[in-house]
């Protein structure tokens, strides 16, 4: 779900590698934290940027 919501590939496993952190939710239901605009990789700082300002529902 992560590449139809704006995510390359090497990000969504980035953030599937830390989902516990990263991710919540259900099935179906999952959410991403706001902290994922202070990871570590630069890609996936940038990405997220531009997925909070289009699809901003997938963050709590």
Known sequence: MLPQNGYSRESSEYIEANKNVLIAGNSGEWRLSRQIQFVE????????????????????
Do not use: C, G, L, Y
């Open 41 to 60: 990789d630069v890609d996936v700082k940038k990405e997220t940027q531009e997925v909070m300002t289009n699809v901003p529902e997938i963050f709590f």
